[in-house]
């Protein structure tokens, strides 16, 4: 029998087993919620067993999969009273590949409740850390703030991925989110990455998606992926069936535009992931 993966392949410092996404920007509307849903759908459609985050006191990724009436246990429970042990929130979906660990508002207390613990950046990565081994990827979902929730989403991650709507402004604030990422990286979470930054809700019949599509490549270059996101009203329409559009419109430009981007993500995060064994060999 072979041995655990964590001994078959011990991990050095930037190596990583399962790949953990922190879908951040703090402003709200963007995309984050429908690019954490999707991206996760079309991860978990290419057989990798993937778990998506709801870290979003909205709990707008929750309700997506599961009436709140339904949900005992949420993230809060995990992370501010540690009444519950991460597995013990997880839920399957429809799709076998896929499980979400659900939020509930009073994730929104969170901030209080933390304050003042030495280890409030480290709640989420503690609690990850026994369930680790069962995932391939790992998708959270951020609320549209820099405060304790999404900290604690970019010290438990491998990579940073941000949405960025094609909208006047839309690079305004990128700012604030990049200046805490490298605080991040430089104390709690040097190993963390941007895998990349994703444009949503295009629209190509528009000047304005046109020339923010322009002014992102500028600021971004490589970093941004070539999938862009457009606009579909099947990804608006499709959380108030309960599904993904990986399900309720699997033809729709949505779905592959989401499968597009699902198939870039993998790649750069297989590039990765040899580049850190490279870089930790020699
Ligand atoms: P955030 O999580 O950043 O606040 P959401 O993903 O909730 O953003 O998106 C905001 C709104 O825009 C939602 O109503 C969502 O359904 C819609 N939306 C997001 N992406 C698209 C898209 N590509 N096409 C059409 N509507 C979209
Ligand atoms: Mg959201």
Request: with cysteine; aromatic share 8%; net charge neutral.
């Amino acid at each position: 029998m072979l041995p655990p993966r964590e001994e078959f392949c011990p991990a050095a410092a930037g190596q990583f087993m399962t790949a953990i996404l922190t879908i951040a920007n703090q402003k709200g509307g963007v995309g984050k919620t429908t690019t954490a849903i999707n991206l996760a759908a079309a991860i978990a459609q290419r057989k990798k067993k993937t778990l998506l985050i709801d870290l979003d006191p909205q709990s707008n990724t929750s309700i997506t999969f599961f009436d709140l009436a339904d949900v005992q246990a949420s993230m809060f429970d995990v992370l501010g009273d540690h009444r519950a042990e991460m597995a013990g929130v997880i839920k399957p979906t429809k799709d076998p590949f896929l499980f979400v660990a659900p939020a509930r508002l009073a994730l929104a207390k969170l901030e209080q409740q933390l304050s003042g613990q030495f280890d409030a950046p480290f709640k989420l990565k503690d609690a990850l850390a026994p369930v680790l081994k069962d995932y391939d990827y790992i998708v959270i979902d951020t609320p549209p703030a820099l405060g304790i929730l999404t900290v604690n989403a970019m010290v438990a991650s491998t990579h940073l991925l941000v949405p960025i709507q094609a909208a006047y402004f839309a690079i305004e604030g990128t700012d604030d989110l990049l200046e805490t990422y490298e605080r991040i990286r430089a104390r709690p979470n040097p190993a963390l990455k941007v895998l990349g930054v994703v444009i949503t809700l295009y629209d190509k019949r528009t000047n304005i998606s046109r020339d923010t599509h322009e002014q992102i490549r500028s600021v971004f270059g490589s970093v941004l992926f070539k999938t862009r996101i457009g606009k579909n009203v099947r990804l608006e329409e499709s959380p108030a069936y309960k599904e993904t559009i990986m399900t309720f419109a699997p033809k729709s430009p949505g779905a592959k535009d989401y499968g597009k981007l699902a198939l870039e993500v993998i790649q750069r995060v297989e590039e990765d992931r040899i580049a850190r064994h490279a870089e930790d060999a020699a």
